[in-house]
């Protein structure tokens, strides 16, 4: 994922956020609304986030 030099490819932080997108709505239609499920689409925001901003930083 991290070259040697500490670089992380942008297209990490997509990918990441993606993936908690995909596991909230499968935690949300397996529960509903619990803290998990809030705390993953959280993280998905926060990965969403974190892109943007090393996007428009470069």
């Known amino acids: 994922m991290a070259t040697l030099d500490g670089i992380i490819d942008p ?5 990441t956020s993606i993936t908690f997108i995909l596991l909230s709505i499968i935690q949300y239609k397996k529960f509903g609304k619990t803290m998990e499920t809030k705390y993953l689409a959280g993280l998905s925001t926060f990965f969403l986030c974190s892109y943007i901003a090393i996007i428009l930083k470069n």
Do not use: C, E
């Not at 297209?11 to 990918?15: A, K, P």
């Open 11 to 15: 297209i990490y932080f997509l990918i």
